[in-house]
């Protein structure tokens, strides 16, 4: 028996099917382990997520990589010692190629401009996320993505190589950690060498585009969202579908969306403040209507924010001898509350108040916030009944 198993997937790339026999089936929960002589299933490592696909009918569900074999996850059991036949979902790999060769022109791209290294890299299933050790402007990153697609419009080969001790000593790679024994070498002439494990397409030309969608700044770096070929296409495609759902709700050109979202959103900010005039003028209203040298007040309002609460109650404030309590809510989900005082200190009386309606919140001495649970009419009774 070999050693390990026969890692087809890095003699040819594109090769879809292939013949195996199974040398180990173990149950592994509700799935199982099959390990084979040879494999095209390339597994997750690097970054790169596993091939999926099939072994005869029996669907390959996850790949990875145990001391040299291949192990695939299986929905079902295969005999031990049978011959099968195996295919990979080549639209998976093919885009799993694309973002990976993506990738790597995008990262030694800035490696050479900005001398920054790639120091995390992820293939998740919205985009690639890739982490410099170093901050990237908006007008770095855009010249990135220029000179990416320039390597992809070039129609650039991709090499493979596994350069004896000597040469590599000599070479000047990419490399996230130290490494030993055979290094597999990865090279876009011109613009990239890096020591890597994944698959990669024959030509950047198969990449089709590349697009940085996103940056942030983190742990004192940069990280990078990118898409490369029909994953980008797809994401351009969803948002031309809401670039133009956008447009009709706002009855404007897609091209001027942007004018009329800052026109709707000026708009809605004077109506906010037209808003907000009116119920203070309404609070006050209500305010007015409040004896002066009333003890205790408790008024219930519906729909009211926790701002609203705070400032009618402070309104209220100057109208009581003691404390003034708003709430808004109803019986079966619980009121919100605001309460305060001119005259007393209100935290304790808070603290009374959420103990009696199992409650929460606090504040300080003028003005607690908060919530509790109860029947309106036993809340009313007990905050008019402070003393």
Not at 119 to 129: D, E, L, P, Y
Not at 301 to 327: K, M, N, Q, T, Y
Request: proline fraction near 3%; aromatic fraction near 8%.
């Amino acid at each position: 028996m070999n050693q390990e198993t026969e890692k087809l997937y890095y003699k040819n790339t594109y090769f879809r099917t292939f013949r195996a026999k199974v040398l180990r089936c173990e149950k592994q929960g509700e799935h199982y382990g099959v390990v084979l002589d040879r494999t095209l299933f390339y597994p997750e490592g690097g970054g790169q997520p596993a091939d999926i696909g099939v072994l005869n009918t029996v669907n390959v569900l996850d790949v990875h990589e145990q001391d040299g074999w291949i192990v695939h996850t299986t929905d079902r059991p295969l005999p031990v010692d049978s011959a099968v036949t195996g295919g990979i979902n080549w639209p998976h790999r093919f885009t799993l190629m694309q973002q990976h060769s993506g990738e790597h022109i995008v990262s030694g791209i800035v490696n050479r401009l900005f001398g920054l290294d790639n120091v995390g890299f992820r293939m998740g299933s919205k985009a690639i996320t890739v982490d410099f050790n170093g901050e990237l402007s908006q007008d770095d990153l855009s010249l990135v993505e220029a000179l990416a697609n320039e390597v992809i419009y070039r129609n650039v080969p991709i090499g493979t190589s596994y350069p004896d001790a000597q040469a590599l000593s000599a070479l000047s790679y990419r490399s996230k950690k130290e490494l030993t024994g055979e290094v597999r070498i990865v090279t876009i002439p011109g613009y990239d060498v890096c020591a890597c494990c994944g698959t990669h397409v024959a030509k950047t030309g198969e990449i089709g585009i590349v697009k940085l969608v996103s940056a942030q700044h983190y742990k004192g770096g940069t990280r990078v969202g990118l898409l490369c070929g029909k994953k980008a296409v797809d994401d351009y495609n969803e948002k031309t579908d809401s670039v133009g759902a956008v447009s009709v709700l706002l009855s404007a050109k897609p091209e001027k969306i942007k004018e009329a979202v800052e026109h709707l959103l000026e708009e809605t900010n004077a109506l906010k403040q037209q808003l907000t005039s009116l119920k203070n003028q309404i609070f006050v209203s209500k305010c007015d209507q409040v004896p002066e040298g009333t003890k205790n007040i408790c008024l219930f309002e519906p729909d009211l924010a926790p701002a609203d609460l705070r400032i009618f109650c402070l309104l209220l404030c100057d109208r009581c001898s003691g404390v003034a309590a708003v709430l808004s809510g109803d019986d079966a989900d619980g009121y919100q509350y605001a309460v305060g005082s001119a005259k007393e200190d209100v935290r304790a009386f808070g603290k009374e108040l959420n103990q009696a309606f199992n409650g929460r919140g606090g504040g300080s001495k003028e003005l607690v916030q908060g919530t509790v649970r109860g029947l309106q009419q036993e809340i009313k009774s007990f905050i008019e009944d402070h003393l």
